[in-house]
């Protein structure tokens, strides 16, 4: 007996009627893109319906966000369409299939579609991990990027720096020092080692200027902290070493720039 083709049905809606994802998660839309595709649907046709869900006397983008961008900028009419009834959750999940298939997804993005399914619908870490194949230790990963300073998240979202390496420099609390590692690790590229390296550098920078009293030791009322002093290596003069300046250079530029100092000295 002769199998019969299942074919999928599809409407024709208007596009003023359609309303575009709630929550959009994708941080940007590439401009270019959605221009090659508007070409390509105006000359051989709207292939592939887009799906949308009911939403009183409207509709609700469900799938196919490009696809309606790229007709709505060749203002077409209508657009071919899967109507389906679906509850928000529902919606939620599938876009956020969608979503999680595209291969240029940044690790921001894909954080901010976890945290939109736990926040908006409660979902648990483990929850959305088992409906995305995932361990619960990548989600809360990737979710916890959010929690990272702007500057280096859309670092790590323009491919700028890798994701361990924004990971490690935002462990620099120093707004200033941060901006600077950032720049240079954009500019010239940067290792997980490097960037670590970096962190444990204004770490240890960072400890001589404390007193005390900041690093949460109290002082006894008679007790005076003692002054450590450190030769200059170019004037060889004492210097109190909470003062002293650190410059981050090879080997060597360190023996050249320190014999040349001492040459003009």
């Known amino acids: 007996m002769q199998k019969k083709e299942l074919k999928t049905e599809y409407q024709d ?11 959009r998660i994708r941080l940007e839309i590439d401009s270019d893109e959605i221009a090659s595709l508007a070409e390509n649907i105006s000359e051989v046709g709207q292939i592939q319906p887009i799906k949308l869900a009911k939403k009183n006397k409207r509709f609700e983008i ?14 077409w009419d209508t657009i071919k369409a899967i109507i389906a009834d679906m509850k928000p959750e529902q919606i939620a999940l599938e876009r956020a299939s969608e979503n999680l298939q595209r291969k240029d997804l940044s690790p921001i993005e894909e954080g901010a579609t976890y945290a939109d399914l736990a ?7 483990r929850k959305i991990g088992d409906k995305f194949g995932h361990a619960a230790s990548r989600i809360k990963r990737m979710i916890d990027l959010l929690a990272l300073q702007p500057e280096i ?8 720096i890798t994701l361990i390496v924004g990971e ?3 462990q620099i609390d120093e707004p200033k020092e941060r901006k600077k590692n950032l720049n240079y690790a954009i500019d010239n590229g940067c290792t997980r080692e490097v960037a670590e390296g970096w962190v444990g550098d204004f770490r240890r920078s960072s400890l001589p200027g404390r007193s005390i009293v900041e690093q ?14 450190q030769a200059c290596e170019v004037c ?4 109190e070493i909470q ?8 080997p060597g530029c360190y023996k050249i720039v320190i014999d040349n100092l001492k040459q003009g000295a």
């Open 13 to 23: 809606v208007e596009l003023k009627l359609i309303d575009e994802p709630d929550g």
């Open 119 to 125: 926040e908006k619908y409660n979902m648990s870490i």
């Open 243 to 250: 003062a002293m300046k650190m410059l981050r250079i090879c």
């Open 62 to 75: 469900v799938a196919g966000e490009r696809r309606y961008i790229a007709i709505k900028s060749l203002e």
């Open 168 to 170: 490690v420099l935002a």
């Open 216 to 229: 949460g030791v109290p002082l006894e009322p008679n007790i005076t902290t003692q002054k450590i002093y």
């Open 236 to 239: 060889e003069d004492p210097v």
């Open 153 to 160: 998240q859309k670092a790590i979202h323009n491919k700028q």
